[in-house]
């Protein structure tokens, strides 16, 4: 999914239908809540228009319709598909930011390769597939799959799968499968899956289940189950159930789980674990 719609016939209209879209939302359900619509199967055809890759978003010519029901309407014809597929390909072109902008406010983005914007809140970003963002302060990015990102200090990111964010300050940052995150120093990141965190310093990470973790300074890991740690140096960690940790030089773990799998290389004594479920061996 990536941008959704709603096609309602409507013989009063030009081209007999309306196309119903919101730049806060991609949800048919949602979408049909604020437009007060009743899905009878007939009236109405939600529809999908996608690039073929995430990493083309800003291509529009890549992009294609399709109707996302078991069946097509049969008022929904060729002629009628056409007419969508054009005002759909309007809008996103109009949503794809090139160049250097100073402010993104409202509305909805889509970030492209070589494109600067030195600030962004209170808007939807659906893609940052390249260029440079210097400060996000609040609003939704729905991914950074590219580009650099220099500090996130408020709003959401669902998900970075690639590209660099320097600095996480603030808001919450659901999922990193991928890419460089030079510095966690506050927030909540809900899971790292992947990719690589050179330093927690601050915030609250929930999960580690995946990728590299260089350093934990500060701030509180909920648990580590997967992945690789290399230092834990301060902070607290609630629990380690899994996943490789080189070593814990301070800070405190809460608990080493009894059915621990991974590796603990080395605990130092300025650590202070509270509690070691694991067997001696």
């Not at 007999?16 to 048919?28: K, V």
């Not at 100073?102 to 809140?121: D, K, P, R």
């Not at 130092?268 to 061996?281: C, E, L, N, Y």
Request: net charge neutral; proline share 1%.
């Amino acid at each position: 999914m990536f941008k959704s719609g709603i096609v309602l016939q409507d013989e009063s209209k030009k081209g007999g239908y309306r196309l119903l879209m919101s730049p806060w939302t991609e949800s048919h359900s949602e979408l049909e809540t604020i437009f007060k619509l009743r899905d009878t199967k007939q009236n109405l055809a939600k529809v999908e228009f996608s690039p073929k890759d995430l990493a083309e978003a800003h291509l529009v010519e890549t992009y294609a319709l399709k109707i996302d029901e078991e069946r097509t309407p049969e008022w929904f014809t060729d002629e009628m598909k056409e007419a969508v597929t054009a005002e759909m390909t309007g809008y996103v072109n109009r949503m794809i930011v090139t160049g250097d902008v100073c402010l993104l406010i409202g509305g909805q983005f889509i970030i492209a390769q070589g494109a600067t914007v030195e600030s962004a809140h209170s808007m939807v970003i659906n893609l940052i597939s390249g260029g440079r963002v210097n400060t996000i302060w609040g609003g939704t990015v729905n991914a950074i799959s590219g580009g650099t990102v220099n500090t996130i200090w408020g709003g959401t990111v669902n998900a970075i799968s690639g590209g660099r964010v320097n600095t996480i300050s603030g808001g919450t940052v659901n999922d990193i499968w991928g890419g460089r995150v030079n510095d966690i120093s506050g927030g909540t990141v809900n899971t790292i899956w992947g990719g690589r965190v050179n330093a927690i310093r601050g915030g609250t990470v929930n999960a580690i289940s995946g990728g590299t973790v260089n350093d934990i300074w500060g701030g509180t890991v909920n648990a580590i189950s997967g992945g690789r740690v290399n230092t834990i140096w301060g902070g607290t960690v609630n629990d380690i159930s899994g996943g490789t940790v080189n070593a814990i030089s301070g800070g405190t773990v809460n608990a080493i789980s009894g059915g621990f799998d991974g590796i603990i290389k080395t605990i130092h004594a300025a650590a202070t674990i509270v509690r070691d479920g694991r067997k001696p061996k």
